[in-house]
């Protein structure tokens, strides 16, 4: 959530003609850096947010919609979650 908020203050017209906010995971702190890199390198509007707590870890990226290929083989963050588990009517 950090990183979206970070995006609407730096990019507020980009944000404000696409309001929505999508979850995507990656496997770990790499591949979310070459994600990064390849945003960068497409011209695409990225923000990424590093984590205090976490050595300033980098943990969160926000991305333009026009950034939705590169994103297209990530899947949904907490998509196993309790709460996605009921969505789908799965008995906990």
Not at 8 to 28: K, M, T
Not at 36 to 65: K, N, Q, W
């Amino acid at each position: 959530m950090h990183a979206a908020i970070k995006f609407a203050l730096v990019f507020p017209d980009v944000a404000a003609a696409a309001p929505v906010v999508v979850f995507l995971a990656a496997c770990d702190e790499l591949s979310l850096s070459w994600l990064h890199g390849d945003a960068v390198a497409a011209g695409l509007r990225v923000i990424s947010f590093h984590e205090p707590d976490l050595d300033d870890a980098l943990t969160a990226l926000a991305l333009e919609a026009a950034a939705s290929r590169l994103l297209a083989g990530l899947p949904l963050a907490l998509s196993g979650s309790l709460t996605s588990a009921r969505r789908r009517g799965v008995r906990t």
